[in-house]
T-cell receptor, first 113, second 110 residues
């Protein structure tokens, strides 16, 4: 069990630029989740996949956000035309099935200049 | 929509004192999970409670699920500096997306 891996760990970019983050879940986990966490708050759900199917998207996920999990393994989260309010920690988690604990990665911290 | 309220937001204790955080839901929960996040770290799963009135212990940590399955608590006996962090309760909800409380940040004076 190598754990959930996310990269990059940190991303600093100018407002208006596009960014893409990657998440590699625990290999046998078919469920993958994206969350966003701002300082002093709990993580907020963004979207989740079961295998390659994106089953739910939060209203937090504006049209500028898109997530993919093309082969049911790793996932990418892209933010287009970044805004100041996108600055946050983006966490990925995976689980083997429903009602099982979610295992989180170390996150990607996004800072918008 | 789903809401999970957690109190207190902050708690500072002397090492050796006890600590309790409380979690309340606006709806009946099927189960509840607890996570710990160390400063600069990511949430780490602690436990899941499923049954009404359930009590589970992990060494100095005691977790309770209310009879009505609308509230839960985490109690730490005789805190140690390694207990520092933010403790979150989370409602897995119908689609297994986690709805987190705001968390209780625990700091400890050695």
């Amino acid at each position: 069990d190598t754990g959930v891996s996310q990269n990059p760990r940190h991303k600093i970019t100018k407002r208006g630029q596009n960014v893409t983050f990657r998440c590699d879940p625990i290999s046998e986990h078919n469920r993958l989740y994206w969350y966003r966490q701002t300082l002093g708050q709990g993580p907020e759900f963004l979207t989740y996949f079961q295998n390659e199917a994106q089953l739910e998207k939060s209203r937090l996920l504006s049209d500028r956000f898109s997530a993919e999990r093309p082969k049911g393994s790793f996932s990418t989260l892209e933010i287009q035309r970044t805004e100041q309010g996108d600055s946050a920690m983006y966490l990925c988690a995976s689980s083997s099935q429903s009602n099982q604990p979610q295992h989180f990665g170390d996150g990607t911290r996004l800072s918008i200049l | 929509g789903q809401q999970v309220m957690q109190i207190p937001q902050y708690q500072h204790v002397q090492e050796g004192e006890d600590f309790t955080t409380y979690c309340n839901s606006s709806t009946t929960l099927s189960n509840i999970q607890w996570y710990k996040q160390r400063p600069g770290g990511h949430p780490v799963f602690l436990i899941q409670l499923v049954k009404s009135g359930e009590v589970k212990k992990q060494k100095r940590l005691t977790f309770q699920f209310g009879e009505a399955k609308k509230n839960s608590s985490l109690h730490i006996t005789a805190t140690q500096t390694t207990d520092v962090g933010t403790y979150f309760c989370a409602d897995p909800g119908g689609a297994q997306k986690l709805v987190f409380g705001q968390g209780t940040r625990l700091t400890i004076n050695p």
